[in-house]
């Protein structure tokens, strides 16, 4: 099981990399594309939450301290959020905010900085988030790590544009998000050896990580979509939310019954 979130946590973490694409695709294609992934990783996250985390969860614990504990998980990540100023920011937020703060040419500003450490630890929650899925079944293990790695390709690319705009060199950004992102690795192992002496804990951190799963989908990644005023291209983003949601359901009839 340990070879099994290793994995998954590594395959997370090498989204960090994703940022290289900004160095070759045409910023108009990239913006389309984005919008794409975006929409998608809002069904794939919220699919996982309603299909996998909550089921697993309800199947041990109280229907209502099971929702008591959703709500929890959200606030936790409006905490993390609100706190330690992180955000999920894709195409013009983080332009935006990088280019405000990016006073001197070749000096990196706070907001580099600020922006590694909130990934960092949001990066550790996801292997927290891995290692507990895994640890319930390999189905709800491989639901999660999808729907992480979905949300994980929009992130990482607004990560890397606040870098940039920040003072770092493209091929910095690159090097210091992948740091950030292997702390998922560390919490996946670190909940691995944890939970495996307390595996009561499991259900508690499933309705936990639901409640994370809706806060991303709900607050970071649909406001996203709103900017978004064209009905073709609206209707193209709720094909996106839809396809996704299908997948986790896929998912769940298929290879946990």
């Known amino acids: 099981m340990l070879e099994l979130i290793i994995a998954a946590t590594i395959i997370v973490s090498l989204f960090s990399l994703v940022g ?3 160095l070759s695709v045409n910023e108009g294609i990239m913006r ?3 919008v794409l992934l975006v929409a998608f990783a809002v069904g794939a996250m919220m699919g996982g939450a309603l299909f996998h985390l909550l089921p697993e969860a ?9 929702f008591a504990l959703l709500f ?12 330690l100023h992180w955000r999920h920011c894709h195409e013009e937020e983080c332009e935006i905010h990088g280019t405000e703060h990016k006073e001197k040419k070749g000096k990196i500003q706070p907001t580099a900085y600020l922006n590694l450490v909130g990934d960092g630890v949001h990066n550790f929650f996801d292997g927290v988030i891995i290692a507990t899925s895994f640890m319930t079944s390999v189905e709800v293990g491989i639901a999660s790590t999808i729907a992480i790695s979905l949300h994980e390709i929009p992130q990482e690319f607004g990560d890397f544009a606040v870098l940039v705009h920040s003072g770092l060199t493209p091929k910095k950004a690159l090097f210091y998000n992948l740091l950030t ?3 998922a690795i560390i919490g996946g192992i670190l909940a691995y050896f944890f939970l495996s002496s307390v595996t ?3 259900p508690y951190m499933l309705a936990l990580a639901a409640g994370g ?3 991303i989908a709900a607050v970071d990644l ?3 979509l709103h900017k978004e005023r064209k009905a073709q291209i609206s209707a193209v983003q709720f094909a996106a939310i839809i396809l996704g949601v299908a997948l986790m359901y896929y998912m769940k009839v298929a290879l946990g019954g």
């Open 181 to 183: 992102a292997f702390t």
């Open 58 to 66: 309800l199947l041990q614990l109280n229907a209502m301290l099971v």
């Open 200 to 202: 009561w804990l499991a």
């Open 32 to 34: 389309k594309i984005l």
């Open 213 to 215: 799963f809706i806060y």
């Open 222 to 224: 649909i406001p996203e």
């Open 20 to 22: 290289i694409v900004f």
């Open 72 to 83: 929890a998980g959200f606030m936790l990540f409006f905490v993390i959020e609100k706190f």
